[in-house]
């Protein structure tokens, strides 16, 4: 897991809760591996992603 997914889950108080949150790696069908990409761990934790792809991550982009 790279460091900036790691800054990533730091918003979250609750240690267990961010521990859980973080062990649940999400399956990328590109690579074939459990890896974090940086906005997926974004969208787990509430932040704005860097690379919008649902319409509600577009549309807050816009009013940004």
Known sequence: MSFIVYRDFAVVADEDER????????????TG????????AKR?????????VAADEKF????A
């Open 60 to 63: 807050r982009r816009w009013l």
């Open 44 to 52: 787990v934790v509430g932040q704005r992603v860097d690379w919008p």
């Open 33 to 40: 591996a459990r890896q974090w990409p940086p906005d997926g």
């Open 19 to 30: 521990c859980a949150a973080m062990v649940n790696v999400p399956f990328n069908p590109r």
